[in-house]
C-alpha cells in the first residue's frame, strides 16, 4: 500500500516542476518517482505508468492511493488537502485573478510547446528544429505579452504575482520563464515578470524545484 505523496515527474516538465514548487511552497515532504519522457519512445506511455494516468502524461501525484493528475488539480487539491500556507488568495475576487494568471500558462502557452504537440510538428509536418524554436518562441511570447499586461501597475499585483505571497500563478510563471530562456526568446520586453522570477528565485521552494537539482537531472544539466 502506499502512503505518503508520490509525485512521478521528470527533470525538466514544466508541469511538474510548478508542482513542486506548490509541495515545497506548502513545505510538503514527497517521494520523487521519475517518468522519463524520452527514453525507450518515453517511459509515460509504458503499461505500468498508463495504469496509473491513462492520459500518459506528467505530473501524477499519489496521495495514499489517490491518484491525482493534471498539474493546476494537483495545485488546488494540496491547497484544499493543507491549507495551512495557502498558494491561493482567500477571497473570491483574489482567487480568479491568480487562477487567470495560472491558466494564462497552464492552459495558452505551454500546452502548445509541449513534447507531444512538437514531436507531431515533426512528424507529420516535417518541422525541423529550427522551425519548432521558432514555434515555441512566437506562443511563449504572444503569453508573456499578455501576462506582462495583466500584471504591470495592476494594484492588485506586489512582489509576487498577486499580493505579497506566491500562489499557484508564480509556479506556473518560473517554469514557463525557464523554458523561454530554453528556447531563447529574448526577455527585455518583460521587465514585471522577470522582476517577479528575482523575488520567486530568491525563496528556497523555488530553489529547491529547480530542473537541474532534481534527482533525475543529467549531471551535465
Same mark, same amino acid.
Given at each position: ?8 515527474g521528470?527533470?525538466r ?43 500518459e ?6 496521495d ?17 488537502t ?5 498558494i491561493l488568495?482567500i477571497?473570491?475576487?483574489g ?17 502548445l ?6 514531436n507531431?510538428?515533426?512528424?507529420q ?13 512566437h506562443?511563449i ?7 506582462? =499586461?495583466?500584471?504591470?501597475?495592476? =494594484? ?8 505579497d505571497?506566491?500562489?499557484?500563478a ?16 529574448p526577455?527585455g ?6 522582476r ?19 534527482p ?6
Amino acid at each position: 500500500m502506499t502512503t505518503g505523496l508520490v509525485l512521478y515527474g521528470y527533470w525538466r516538465s514544466s508541469a511538474a516542476y510548478r508542482v513542486r514548487i506548490a509541495l515545497n511552497l506548502k513545505g510538503l515532504s514527497y517521494e520523487t518517482r521519475p517518468v522519463h519522457l524520452l527514453r525507450n519512445g518515453g517511459e509515460q506511455h509504458s503499461p505500468d505508468y498508463r495504469e496509473i494516468n491513462p492520459q500518459e502524461l506528467i505530473p501524477c501525484l499519489l496521495d495514499g492511493e489517490r491518484v491525482i493528475t493534471q498539474s493546476m488539480a494537483i495545485m488546488e487539491y494540496l491547497d484544499e488537502t493543507h491549507p495551512e500556507t495557502p498558494i491561493l488568495p482567500i477571497d473570491a475576487r483574489g482567487r480568479a485573478r491568480v487562477r487567470a494568471l495560472a491558466m494564462t500558462v497552464a492552459c495558452d502557452m505551454h500546452p502548445l510547446g509541449n513534447l507531444r504537440v512538437l514531436n507531431q510538428l515533426e512528424s507529420q509536418f516535417s518541422a525541423d528544429e529550427a522551425q519548432r524554436g521558432e514555434w515555441s518562441r512566437h506562443w511563449i511570447a504572444t503569453g508573456f505579452n499578455a501576462l506582462e =499586461a495583466m500584471l504591470a501597475d495592476n =494594484a492588485a499585483t506586489g512582489r509576487y504575482c498577486h499580493g505579497d505571497t506566491p500562489s499557484i500563478a508564480d509556479a506556473c510563471l518560473i517554469p514557463q520563464l525557464y523554458n523561454a530562456r530554453r528556447w531563447k526568446l529574448p526577455l527585455g520586453e518583460y521587465p514585471t515578470l522577470q522582476r517577479i522570477e528575482q523575488a520567486c528565485n530568491e525563496l528556497e521552494a523555488f530553489q529547491l524545484a529547480v530542473p537541474e537539482a532534481q534527482p533525475d537531472a543529467p549531471v551535465s544539466a
